[in-house]
């Protein structure tokens, strides 16, 4: 249900950036993962738990400059864990390249909440945390108004509360993923 509001949203978010402006909004998927593909002997600090992520984003871009924000459920595809959350925040980079193929390099920061679990005791462990999610992103403008991209990047997640910040839960994990963009590419 949750999954259905968010690209409802982000849907809604892309009609309305695709008529006003510079920018785009549209839908993402993405998946954390032990290393980056094509690069698999370059060995990556992480501590991939193996999420995924599903959400919408909206953004508009000036001079360069990107800004915009985002919303996003975690989720663990296999079901081998009984973690999930959801995330809040904004997006800002820098478009290096509009055409024939964009390129830019984008953070995503959030606010949000992940559920981890029951602990030994059967107390559900539940943390208020920040997410910072540095990424390149290639997309290929098809048509004016639609674009897929792909990207990759590294992706933290820590608790703020409760417990010591970034000691109770902490993710740190290079990321992949795809995103579908409607808006204004040329």
Do not use: K
């Amino acid at each position: 249900m949750a999954r259905r509001f968010v690209i409802a949203l982000a849907l809604s978010a892309a009609t309305v950036v695709a008529a006003f402006g510079d920018g785009a909004g549209g839908v993402s998927c993405g998946f954390q993962t032990a290393s980056y593909p094509f690069l698999e002997s370059v060995r990556v600090v992480n501590n991939s738990i193996g999420l995924a992520t599903y959400g919408g984003f909206g953004y508009s871009v000036h001079d360069h400059m990107i800004s915009g924000g985002f919303g996003y459920v975690i989720t663990d595809p296999t079901g081998s864990s009984e973690l999930v959350g959801g995330f809040g925040g904004v997006i800002s980079g820098v478009r290096i390249l509009r055409l024939p193929i964009q390129i830019s390099i984008v953070s995503w920061t959030g606010l949000g909440g992940i559920y981890a679990g029951v602990d030994p005791r059967g107390q559900g462990r539940g943390y208020f945390c920040v997410s910072e999610e540095l990424s390149l992103e290639l997309g290929l403008p098809v048509t004016r108004w639609l674009m897929p991209v792909v990207y990759a990047g590294y992706q933290v997640t820590g608790n703020l509360v409760p417990g010591s910040a970034f000691q109770s839960f902490l993710s740190y994990s290079p990321v992949v993923g795809v995103r579908l963009a409607w808006g204004r590419f040329y």
